[in-house]
């Protein structure tokens, strides 16, 4: 997300590296650089103009605080700006209404209208509690109703069953009268699409507005964040046709340039609401334009990550997963259950660019797929591992490294390496353990470092050195190393 765009801005920094102070003179080369990387990112240029001015206005009139150093106080101002053109803070549904709150969810066709009407069900279910209805209200692409009912289906969510042969103010109008008698808390409506936006689409959405007006509707632009500004243009057509009342970015995972986030709110004052990260119905974000902007500066987003480790961690199995490492007893069924924990957060790289300062080291680091990769394999190698192997890896010899080498279709050196790897780690974590026994740090919530996440040289991420602990023995250096040594499982 914002790779390349927060790769800019770090080098437009450098500019003010080792300055006494803040001065136009000094700032004026970093702030070229930073109108050139928002212009790239497809950035409105309206908003590039406004954003330069402000970020120089306010920097030149600042006074510098004592013990911060020009370059991180100068991070700051582009962070608090960032963060103001995006919205400043996040604004979701009203949940305040009278129930059912009614979401009226708009946009082209191939943008993830339904995949995010399915996806904020499952939120609102899920998180928030609340009892959510699901409408197909999609008359002109009858596979959109099969689609949503495929994927309520996959989260157990309730949905409406839609008459297409009427017309879609008439299947809303309905929808909502039987949610008011099944007393739900929310009913959110997925509306038809077209391949661009022309005045029979608008007229549709217009209808169906109108038809549900008294209900107080919140109207969701679904938009694709790969398309820079000409996100940013259907959002102005959708809004000055049926008014929005916020926005979603699709496709955050992809390589998008930023430009539709850094854009839309500033030019059509229409706030972004939710982003989606993710093909899973659990890849759906609140929008929080202070957390965003610190990801792109490289200053990490902790507070959403502990609130992923939160969601995703069983918090009990965590607790006596930290109880027999303190005994020193991490098993593999124990690593197991880590590796499946991390997976629940995410990829790798999403995770780490979550930590402060990550970003840029991720970019020396290069693809991390390929340890994604490895740690596939050590999950298809624990999977040919009987309990009792699980449980003490001991026992695993010759004969036994023979039949898990077979079953899980890896060469014998495979097992045998990860028996190796699992040695080191199992050292390394009666480390952590003393560490945290004299006051240790780590995430709240995740496993592994008291809360911490595993060492990911641990795990065979290229680029990491293993934890001190991690064996006697100085591994060879392999030939796709990163620039602190380490390597690939």
């Known amino acids: 997300m914002f790779d390349t765009l927060s790769e800019k801005f ?31 990112a497809d950035v409105n240029f309206k ?4 954003f330069i001015a402000a970020v120089k206005e ?41 129930a059912p709150i009614v979401v009226l969810v708009v946009g082209l066709n191939g943008q993830g209208k339904t995949t995010f009407s399915a996806k904020l069900s499952n939120m609102l279910t899920k998180k928030e509690k609340k009892n959510v209805l699901l409408v197909p209200c999609d008359t002109f692409r009858p596979a959109a109703k099969d689609q949503l009912i495929t994927l309520a289906k996959q989260a157990d969510l309730p949905w409406y069953d839609s008459d297409l042969g009427k017309k879609p103010q008439e299947i809303a109008k309905e929808a909502i009268a039987a949610a008011k008698t099944e007393h739900r808390d929310v009913v959110i409506i997925d509306t038809a699409g077209r391949l661009h936006v022309d005045d029979e689409l608008m007229d549709e959405i217009v209808e169906v507005k109108k038809a549900i007006e008294g ?14 500004q000409e996100a940013v243009n259907v959002a102005k057509s959708f809004h000055q046709a049926i008014g929005l009342t916020g926005t979603v970015l699709s496709k955050m995972d992809s390589d998008a340039r930023g430009g539709a986030a850094l854009s839309i709110r500033h030019v059509t004052g229409v706030p972004i609401s939710y982003i989606s990260t993710g093909e899973k119905l ?26 992923k480790a939160e969601e995703a961690i069983d918090q009990k199995e965590a607790e006596n997963m930290m109880k ?17 924990m991390m997976k629940n957060l995410g990829s790798m790289s999403s995770i780490l660019k979550m930590i402060p300062g990550m970003g840029g080291m991720l970019r020396d680091i290069g693809d991390l797929s390929p340890a994604e990769d490895e740690m596939k394999r050590m999950r298809v190698i624990i999977g040919s591992m009987t309990k009792d192997e699980r449980q003490n890896y001991k026992i695993v010899k010759e004969s036994r ?19 190796k790897k699992f040695r080191q780690m199992e050292k390394m974590m009666g480390g952590m353990m003393q560490m945290m026994k004299g006051g240790g740090m780590g995430l709240p919530g995740m496993p592994g470092m008291g809360g911490g996440m595993p060492d990911p040289g641990a795990m065979g991420a290229p680029g990491f050195r293993q934890q001190p602990g991690a064996g006697k023995k100085k591994k060879k250096k392999g030939k796709r190393k990163g620039p602190w040594g380490g390597g690939f499982f």
Do not use: Y
């Open 401 to 419: 490294i023979k039949r898990i080498a077979s079953g899980s279709g890896n060469t014998i050196a495979n097992v045998e390496e990860f028996l």
């Open 10 to 40: 770090s080098n437009a920094f450098k500019h003010l590296q080792g300055k006494a102070k803040i001065s136009e003179a000094n700032i004026e080369d970093a702030l070229a650089e930073v109108r050139t990387a928002l212009l790239e």
């Open 282 to 307: 659990k890849d759906l974000e609140l929008f929080h334009p202070d957390r965003l902007a610190g990801r792109i500066l490289d200053m990490g987003d902790v507070v959403t990550l502990v609130e």
């Open 58 to 98: 306010k920097a030149i009139g600042e006074k510098v605080i004592s013990g911060v150093n020009p370059e991180e106080q100068f991070i700051k101002i582009v962070h608090d700006e960032l963060a103001l053109v995006m919205g400043s803070a996040h604004e979701g549904l009203d949940f305040k209404k009278p």
């Open 324 to 340: 027999r490492m303190e005994k020193g007893q991490f098993t593999v069924e124990d690593f197991l259950k880590q590796m499946d």
């Open 47 to 50: 908003v590039v103009r406004s």
């Open 215 to 228: 209900s107080n509707p919140e109207v969701l632009l679904v938009a694709d964040a790969m398309t820079g």
